[in-house]
């Protein structure tokens, strides 16, 4: 029996995926996610085989949960669905330890590369998510002109002249 964690934010997806694992008699969905962080707690309260995740989810993208199975060491297997062919997920996920590559999309993930450090794409997710400068710093632990700092630092990086357009150029790349 294969067991499979199931995440992905949008319900009617969810639901449908877990629908469709059930129907093979050789495997057991023993649970669904809605965010990130809640994909973590099951898989390690239920240790599966395997972790199904969306990339982009709230509080934590699957490419984060990925990283994250990984860095603890657990046998959990992570595949990552998605709609979104950006290279930058692609290296991103890779990174997490993956191995099956669309040849199209690994192409791409080759021409540009991230310039985000992690700090960076926190807070610009944070506040892409219409968060307050003074909430970023209290949910980080850090003060509101380090976050400003990031901030500037990303929009910076980007060639964005502001956060709205740097959030949106990151997302386009697969680096947020």
Do not use: C
């Amino acid at each position: 029996m294969i067991r499979v964690v199931v995440a992905e934010d949008q319900s009617m997806v969810l639901g449908a995926l877990a629908a469709l694992l059930d129907i093979e008699p050789e495997i057991e969905v023993v649970g669904q996610a809605r965010d990130g962080r809640e994909a973590l707690e099951l898989v390690e309260q239920h240790r599966p085989d395997v972790l199904l995740t969306d990339i982009e989810m709230p509080l934590m993208t699957g490419l984060e949960v990925a990283a994250e199975v990984a860095k603890r060491r657990l046998a959990t297997r992570v595949i990552i669905l998605t709609t979104f062919a950006r290279g930058g997920y692609l290296r991103r996920a890779l990174d997490a330890g993956g191995r099956a590559i669309d040849s199209e999309l690994a192409r791409e993930a080759w021409t540009e590369r991230d310039p985000l450090n992690d700090r960076e794409r926190q807070v610009l997710r944070m506040a892409a998510e219409g968060t307050a400068t003074a909430s970023i710093a209290a949910s980080l632990g850090l003060s509101e002109g380090t976050v400003r700092n990031y901030l500037s630092d990303a929009i910076s990086k980007l060639g964005a002249s502001n956060r709205v357009e740097a959030a949106r150029t990151a997302r386009e790349k697969g680096w947020l």
